[in-house]
């Protein structure tokens, strides 16, 4: 993990599309197996603009995905994340997953970065950079009121959002996309 230095370059990325998340994660998985990775997945199941991060992460739990910090049952959220800092620093590479707000036109987008995201930044948290790798979905536009922002968010639009990152880590990683009864999914 980046030890709280933030490259500016990487906190920077890149915005991409549905296939560009697909091009990044098998980026990833030409260094590193799937198993070597924590998923982090930041968010509350609170509000819908926030909940993207829990959302990835159940339907990544659900597909068989080792190491998934951040589900609906157990979000990794502003209250949990801060405890779960020293073992993250001791888990090896982190896939960091959050919402963001960003421009208009940029809504429904993804922003990839091979480096850390900044957790709660649009609500003026106050927390580090955080991941090896990282994807922050552009959930709604930047307003003077954040909270309500993400509180008023499309949850269709996030659900759709979290199912493009969930596929495309499962479809980078060439892991076999598995239903709740445990049989693969066509």
């Avoid at 819908?48 to 992460?57: I, K």
């Avoid at 502003?78 to 405890?83: H, M, Q």
């Avoid at 590479?93 to 993804?110: Q, S, T, W």
């Amino acid at each position: 993990m980046n030890g709280g230095m933030a490259d500016k370059t990487a906190l920077a990325g890149e915005r991409v599309d549905e296939t560009g998340l697909r091009s990044f994660s098998e980026s990833i998985a030409i260094w590193h197996g799937m198993a070597e990775i924590t998923f982090l997945c930041i968010g509350t199941d609170r509000s819908t603009g926030d909940c993207l991060g829990p959302l990835v992460g159940t339907m990544l739990a659900e597909r068989g995905v080792p190491n998934v910090v951040g589900t609906l049952k157990e979000p990794c959220d502003s209250e949990r994340l801060p405890r779960l800092l020293p073992e993250l620093a001791e888990a090896g590479a982190i896939f960091a997953v959050d919402a963001c707000l960003g421009r208009p036109e940029h809504v429904g987008g993804y922003v990839v970065r091979r480096g850390p995201l900044v957790p709660a930044q649009s609500v003026g948290r106050g927390f580090g950079p955080i991941g090896d790798y990282s994807v922050a979905a552009v959930v709604n536009a930047v307003s003077p009121k954040p909270y309500w922002t993400l509180q008023s968010t499309s949850l269709y639009g996030v659900m759709g959002m979290a199912r493009a990152i969930a596929d495309a880590i499962c479809d980078g990683f060439g892991h076999e996309r598995q239903s709740q009864s445990g049989e693969e999914e066509v």
